[in-house]
């Protein structure tokens, strides 16, 4: 069998990303066969999750000019990555020579705030997937969205899905079957409580509770940003 088309991914990682937002599908996206996978940061500082440990970036922004895939994860940090000028300009730079420039969870805002989403169909965390109408994007309530060559994912988890939807596009079914099967990746939840639409009204108000507390004012920040932005 012929070696696949090589391929370099790129993470970008700021304070307070979700890190499951980038590590379930850089677990997936590094076993497309031939690929380089970097967490592309402003400095090669740790940078801090919402997991109370760090990841360790390996690479600047300098370092990387160009990427074949691009994906920007979300988490409680999003709106400052959206607000911090240099992280916008790499991403719009990175994304013009990309071959897929995607998302996970609110990522696809920081794609939204960059301009990259314009006109297109696109998703992100339930709460905050309406938000992405105030940057001239579709919001959609799916867990994977394809649009030309904008790709982005639901909340959190959804980026596993996300990651094996974009791995059937670039090396067919077969291989992401294979990547799901070796993974085990067969979820069997023990609650059904994974969706505003099932989760019980004290566990929704629990949730917009903690929003609330540690990021205040998000969406009227972020209301703020797409003013800017038009």
Request: charged fraction near 20%; charge should be neutral.
């Amino acid at each position: 069998m012929a070696e696949p088309a090589p391929l370099h991914i790129a993470f970008l990682l700021y304070p307070d990303v979700t890190q499951l937002d980038l590590t379930g599908p850089a677990q997936i996206l590094s076993r497309l066969g031939n690929v380089r996978l970097v967490l592309v940061a402003k400095t090669r500082d740790p940078v801090p999750t919402d997991a109370q440990f760090p990841l360790l970036p390996g690479a600047t922004f300098a370092d990387v000019p160009r990427t074949d895939i691009l994906c920007v994860p979300g988490g409680f940090g999003t709106v400052a990555a959206m607000e911090d000028a240099e992280t916008l300009a790499w991403v719009r730079q990175v994304a013009e020579g990309a071959q897929w420039v995607t998302s996970v969870c609110t990522g696809s805002l920081l794609l939204a705030a960059a301009g990259l989403l314009r006109g297109y169909r696109a998703t992100s965390h339930w709460a905050s997937r309406d938000q992405l109408a105030w940057f001239g994007a579709e919001p959609v309530a799916e867990r994977v969205v394809f649009d030309r060559n904008r790709v982005t994912g639901g909340g959190v988890t959804a980026g596993i899905d996300f990651a094996l939807a974009l791995t059937a596009r670039i090396r067919g079914e077969a291989h992401a079957r294979f990547v799901q099967l070796s993974l085990e990746y067969d979820p069997a939840p023990p609650f059904d409580s994974g969706s505003p639409e099932r989760a019980d009204p004290a566990t929704l108000a629990r949730y917009r509770d903690m929003v609330s507390r540690f990021a205040p004012d998000r969406a009227e920040k972020v209301r703020a940003i797409a003013a800017r932005s038009a």
